[in-house]
């Protein structure tokens, strides 16, 4: 596009003749862009009829004299020219000098892709006219960020431009708000990708949820949160953990290339490190029963975690079960008995809490030991021997007569050496017997079923009727 800017008197033009008569030889220099010389402006006029001298096709030079519009189309400019301008010599090559520098100027600024600052002139057809150092630049309306009455009242403010095209021989320039203001934010997105550091703790606003993750705008960046770094444990629907629009505090933990890894979990520590700041192997506490499973009891630890007291745990004694004692609400007395880092479990017991007495006792089928006769029962008696309660049988009482009652050969209170017939501590199980004491049994150790098992020598008899096995077992 050509304007009458690109024009200045003085400037020498040259065109091709479109036209002749007798006072005036007309031109056109460019598209848009038309001349006329008349005769009376002609320096050596021909002593003949112009049309004679000049003719169609034919190139002229001149200089400009003046500067116009044409009558028919305004949309055209109009250049009168003249070869006998009074204007020096010297004076004509300075401006064309000088206009070359300024176009070479320009060029150096478009090579550049340099964004300047440049001043609303005026708003013309088409867009607007700018100036920069005495150059004027031609602005149109599709490359400015602002519309046509806008950039009217924005006379003489200042403008961020960027040279898009330059015809150096028309003198025209053109530019461009819009590629100016996307250089500008791809420089500072630019900036601030690489102020992004590892480590860096920001303050973002979720934009976008994905199936995988959400994108997080850090301001003029973006960056991934990806689902396995909001939070320690699971999450398997983003919807349910981040909302469109909210605002988030996360942690730079990856940048490479153009991609931004962020984390919010990396800002708090694991609960199971919190877990085990809080609880530590041998720790007693009186712990909440969550639920009973087959397997033990669920006790509260944390609101992320829980420990289990297997059923072994809670008694020494297999007999002793916590069915009907124990329901889901209750409180019972732990002890951590083990802490697994891989697995992320707690262990806990609570029968190493209280006193295991049978499983004090250093004692085997055969000894030789005294006990202390406790309480009769109908076929014998209760013994004590070290805090527990064993049983002698009735037939174990004496070796020659029989008697009706323990107490008519040892009275409560009494202690009797006796021999240990039975001993199962893991069901609080003693059997002993004061006549085997007296008359001792000679036993061997015979494989039975593939069981080693003390059995009586040949030509001897189990000392235990069947009914007092029987009892034992109540």
Same mark, same amino acid.
């Given at each position: 596009?050509?304007?009458?800017?690109?024009?200045?008197?003085?400037q020498?033009? /040259?065109?091709?003749?479109t036209?002749?008569?007798?006072?005036?030889?007309?031109?056109?220099?460019?598209?848009?862009?038309?001349?006329?010389?008349?005769?009376?402006?002609m320096?050596?006029?021909?002593?003949s009829a112009?049309y004679?001298?000049?003719c169609?096709?034919?190139?002229y030079s +001149?200089?400009?004299?003046?500067?116009?519009k044409?009558?028919?189309?305004?949309?055209?400019?109009?250049?009168t020219?003249?070869?006998r301008?009074?204007?020096?010599?010297?004076?004509?090559?300075a401006?064309?000098?000088?206009?070359?520098? *300024?176009?070479v100027a320009m060029q #150096?600024?478009?090579?550049?892709?340099?964004?300047f600052t440049?001043?609303?002139?005026?708003v013309?057809?088409?867009?607007?006219?700018l100036?920069y150092k005495?150059? /004027?630049?031609f602005?149109?309306f599709?490359?400015?960020?602002?519309? #046509?009455? #806008?950039?009217k009242k924005?006379?003489?403010?200042?403008?961020?431009?960027?040279?898009?095209?330059?015809?150096a021989?028309?003198?025209?320039?053109?530019?461009?708000? @819009?590629?100016a203001?996307?250089?500008?934010?791809r420089?500072?997105?630019?900036?601030?990708?690489?102020?992004?550091?590892?480590?860096?703790?920001l303050?973002?606003?979720?934009?976008?949820? @994905?199936?995988?993750?959400a994108?997080?705008?850090?301001?003029?960046?973006?960056? =991934?949160l990806?689902i396995s770094?909001?939070?320690? %444990?699971?999450?398997?629907?983003?919807?349910?953990?981040?909302?469109?629009?909210?605002?988030?505090?996360?942690?730079?933990?990856k940048?490479?290339?153009e !991609?931004?890894?962020?984390?919010?979990?990396? =800002?708090?520590? !694991?609960?199971?490190?919190?877990?085990?700041?809080?609880y530590?192997?041998?720790?007693? %506490?009186?712990?909440?029963?969550?639920?009973?499973?087959?397997?033990?009891?669920?006790i509260? =630890?944390? $609101?992320k975690?829980s420990?289990l007291?297997?059923r072994?745990?809670?008694?020494w004694?297999?007999?002793?079960?916590?069915?009907?004692?124990?329901?889901?609400?209750?409180?019972i007395?732990?002890?951590?008995?083990?802490?697994?880092?891989?697995?992320?479990?707690?262990?806990?017991? !609570? &029968?190493?809490?209280?006193?295991? *007495?049978?499983?004090n006792?250093?004692i085997?089928?055969?000894?030789?030991?005294?006990v202390?006769? +406790?309480?009769?029962?109908? &076929?014998?008696?209760?013994?004590?021997?070290?805090?527990?309660?064993?049983?002698?049988?009735?037939?174990?009482?004496?070796?020659?007569?029989?008697?009706?009652?323990?107490?008519?050969?040892?009275?409560?209170?009494?202690?009797?050496?006796?021999?240990?017939?039975?001993?199962?501590?893991r069901?609080?199980?003693?059997v002993?017997?004061?006549?085997a004491a007296l008359e001792?049994?000679k #036993?061997?150790?015979?494989?039975? $079923?593939?069981?080693?098992? %003390?059995?009586?020598?040949?030509?001897?008899?189990?000392?235990?009727?069947?009914?007092?096995?029987?009892?034992?077992d109540?």
């Amino acid at each position: 596009m050509s304007d009458a800017k690109n024009y200045f008197v003085g400037q020498t033009v /040259r065109g091709t003749v479109t036209g002749v008569n007798n006072n005036a030889i007309y031109l056109e220099i460019e598209e848009g862009v038309k001349a006329v010389i008349y005769a009376k402006d002609m320096k050596e006029r021909p002593t003949s009829a112009l049309y004679e001298e000049y003719c169609e096709g034919n190139e002229y030079s +001149a200089q400009v004299k003046s500067i116009g519009k044409d009558n028919k189309n305004t949309d055209v400019v109009l250049l009168t020219l003249s070869t006998r301008l009074d204007l020096d010599e010297e004076e004509r090559i300075a401006r064309e000098k000088a206009l070359e520098d *300024k176009m070479v100027a320009m060029q #150096e600024l478009k090579d550049a892709d340099e964004v300047f600052t440049a001043k609303i002139v005026k708003v013309v057809k088409g867009g607007a006219e700018l100036s920069y150092k005495q150059t /004027r630049l031609f602005l149109p309306f599709s490359q400015s960020l602002l519309s #046509e009455d #806008e950039l009217k009242k924005s006379k003489g403010k200042d403008c961020e431009v960027l040279i898009t095209y330059i015809n150096a021989e028309n003198h025209f320039i053109s530019v461009s708000a @819009l590629a100016a203001s996307r250089k500008e934010k791809r420089l500072a997105k630019e900036a601030a990708f690489n102020a992004v550091e590892v480590g860096q703790v920001l303050d973002g606003e979720v934009v976008q949820l @994905l199936q995988y993750g959400a994108i997080v705008s850090l301001g003029l960046v973006r960056g =991934l949160l990806h689902i396995s770094e909001i939070d320690h %444990f699971p999450v398997y629907k983003i919807e349910n953990a981040l909302k469109v629009g909210q605002k988030v505090k996360v942690k730079v933990i990856k940048v490479n290339g153009e !991609h931004i890894g962020l984390s919010i979990k990396a =800002l708090t520590t !694991h609960p199971w490190e919190l877990l085990k700041e809080k609880y530590h192997v041998d720790d007693v %506490f009186d712990g909440k029963v969550l639920k009973i499973i087959p397997a033990g009891l669920i006790i509260y =630890l944390t $609101d992320k975690y829980s420990g289990l007291m297997p059923r072994a745990e809670y008694s020494w004694l297999f007999t002793e079960h916590y069915d009907n004692v124990i329901k889901e609400g209750d409180t019972i007395s732990v002890k951590v008995i083990n802490i697994d880092d891989e697995k992320k479990r707690v262990s806990l017991s !609570h &029968k190493v809490l209280t006193e295991n *007495k049978w499983g004090n006792l250093d004692i085997k089928k055969g000894d030789i030991i005294n006990v202390v006769v +406790a309480s009769m029962l109908q &076929k014998g008696a209760n013994v004590t021997y070290n805090g527990v309660v064993g049983f002698l049988p009735l037939s174990e009482v004496a070796a020659k007569k029989r008697v009706s009652m323990v107490g008519e050969a040892h009275p409560i209170g009494k202690e009797v050496k006796v021999r240990v017939q039975d001993f199962d501590p893991r069901r609080a199980r003693l059997v002993v017997s004061a006549r085997a004491a007296l008359e001792p049994v000679k #036993e061997v150790v015979k494989k039975v $079923d593939d069981e080693p098992k %003390f059995v009586a020598e040949e030509g001897e008899k189990d000392t235990l009727s069947l009914g007092d096995l029987i009892d034992l077992d109540k």
